[in-house]
C-alpha cells in the first residue's frame, strides 16, 4: 500500500472560510500532484510540483494555491472557499514524471 | 471532441463471469496507457500499464491495446466480489499529466 497520506478526509465548511488540505508522502518522491475529481467525471490535474520550491499549474484551472517546501509534504489552499470548490481533491506523488503515480485516499469538500 | 471517451456503466456482472472494460481516445501523441482501479472512497491505484499495441496479461487481467483504432481495453477473467470498483483508463502524452477517462463503475454479485 503506498504511503500517501491525506487529512481531512472529508470537511464540511461554510464559504469565505480559508482552508488548507495537507498531503505527506513518506516514500521521498520528488513529483507530486494535486487533482480534482467530480461524482462521474475525469480527473483533472490543477498543480504539480517537480520538487521543493518548484509549483505549476495543471490543466484544470483552479483558484487553489500549493506550496512545497519539503520534500514530503505539498498541502493545497483555497482562501475562500465557495460552493463551486465542492469536489474530492485526490494527492498523488511519483518517483519521476514517468513512474507510477500513487494516489492518497482524496479529501471529499463540501462547501455550503 | 473529448479526448478520452469511456463508458461510466455501470456494469453488473455475476462473479466468474468475464468482464471486458473500454476506452477509446482521440489523440495519436498518447503513447503509455495505463488502468486504474479506485474501491470506494479510496483513491486510485495502478492495475496495468503498456507502451505498446497488443496485449499484456497479469494474472486474471489481460490489457489490449491497438494504437491503430485508438482503441484499448481491460479483461477481467474469473471476477470476484471484490473487483467491485470503478475503473479509469488513463494515458500519457507530451508533457506531465495524465489523461482520465471518467471511469467505469463495475459490480460483480456473489
Known amino acids: 500500500e503506498a504511503d500517501i497520506y491525506q487529512t481531512p478526509r472529508y470537511l464540511v465548511i461554510g464559504t469565505g472560510k480559508k482552508i488548507t488540505l495537507e498531503c505527506s508522502q513518506t516514500?521521498?518522491?520528488?513529483?507530486m500532484y494535486w487533482y480534482q475529481q467530480d461524482p462521474g467525471m475525469e480527473l483533472h490535474l490543477i498543480h504539480y510540483?517537480?520538487?521543493?520550491?518548484?509549483?505549476e499549474k495543471g490543466d484544470l484551472s483552479s483558484e487553489s494555491t500549493v506550496s512545497r517546501i519539503r520534500t514530503e509534504h505539498f498541502p493545497l489552499t483555497l482562501e475562500s472557499a465557495r460552493p463551486s470548490h465542492t469536489s474530492q481533491y485526490l494527492c498523488?506523488?511519483?518517483?519521476?514524471?514517468?513512474?507510477?503515480?500513487?494516489f492518497g485516499p482524496g479529501t471529499r469538500l463540501t462547501v455550503l | 471532441q473529448k479526448e478520452v471517451e469511456q463508458d461510466p456503466g455501470p456494469l453488473s456482472v455475476p462473479e466468474g463471469a468475464i468482464v471486458s472494460l473500454n476506452c477509446t481516445y482521440s489523440?495519436?501523441?498518447?503513447?503509455?496507457f495505463m488502468w486504474y482501479r479506485q474501491y470506494s472512497r479510496k483513491g486510485p491505484e495502478l492495475l496495468m500499464y503498456?507502451?505498446?499495441?497488443g496485449n499484456k496479461e497479469d494474472g486474471r487481467f489481460t490489457a489490449q491495446v491497438d494504437k491503430s483504432s485508438k482503441y484499448i481495453s481491460l479483461f477481467i477473467r474469473d471476477s470476484q466480489p471484490s473487483d467491485s470498483a470503478t475503473y479509469l483508463c488513463?494515458?500519457?502524452?507530451?508533457?506531465?499529466?495524465?489523461?482520465f477517462g471518467k471511469g467505469t463503475t463495475l459490480s460483480v454479485s456473489s
Open positions: 498523488a506523488s511519483s518517483e519521476g514524471f514517468y513512474n507510477e503515480q500513487f
Open positions: 516514500m521521498g518522491h520528488d513529483k
Open positions: 510540483s517537480y520538487g521543493v520550491n518548484s509549483t
Open positions: 489523440n495519436s501523441a498518447f503513447q503509455y
Open positions: 503498456t507502451y505498446s499495441s
Open positions: 488513463a494515458w500519457r502524452g507530451a508533457g506531465t499529466a495524465l489523461i
